[in-house]
């Protein structure tokens, strides 16, 4: 799994404007956020891009970011959030992998929290990463004492049943488990 060193490593935008879509051209260019160290540095580039006009009304024909940046509003076709590199950079403090904060927000929906709160959420209820549902419980009765270390060879455990009943205190998203 990719430990991003900055959740912003993935986010681009193709960056015109509405003048020019207007008038049939849809020139503009791909802009990488990471490559600039806060808002004001990524909005004179996107001013010194158009510099032909005026007062540019900046278009985002396209963009590429992960789904909470676009759940929570930071962007859209005609909009991009000035809080986008604070947010970034809380998510960058936190210890957490980006992936985790997404299946996180996979699991629970649109999350509309500030980000402080999300972040304490996450990482109050993560569980870890396991490749099934078998796996996530058998290791979890495990570690707590439930499982005896040295079942007799007679004893079977239908881990399937276990982990379909614990399962109902526990949501899951491309392999990151969180508790309810």
Known sequence: MANLQNCLDNCSLYVGTYKKYNEGS???????LSDYSDYNELYDAMKELHNDEEDPEFMFQDFEFPKFFINQ????E????????????EINNSGL???IIEAYIDC???????????????????????????DFVQEM?????????????YVYIDWEATARHL???????NGFYFRN
């Open 26 to 32: 849809i020139f503009g260019e791909w802009l990488n």
């Open 97 to 99: 992998e980006f992936e």
């Open 141 to 153: 009765l495990e570690q707590d004492g439930s499982i005896p270390e040295n079942l007799p060879s």
């Open 78 to 89: 005609c909009h991009i959030s000035e809080k986008i590199y604070e947010i970034a950079e």
């Open 108 to 134: 629970r929906g649109n999350y509309n929290k500030d980000i402080q709160g999300l972040l304490y959420e996450v990482s109050e209820s993560y569980s870890g990463e396991y490749n099934s549902d078998e």
């Open 73 to 76: 509003g930071l962007i859209s």
């Open 167 to 173: 399962m109902y205190d526990y949501s899951t998203s």
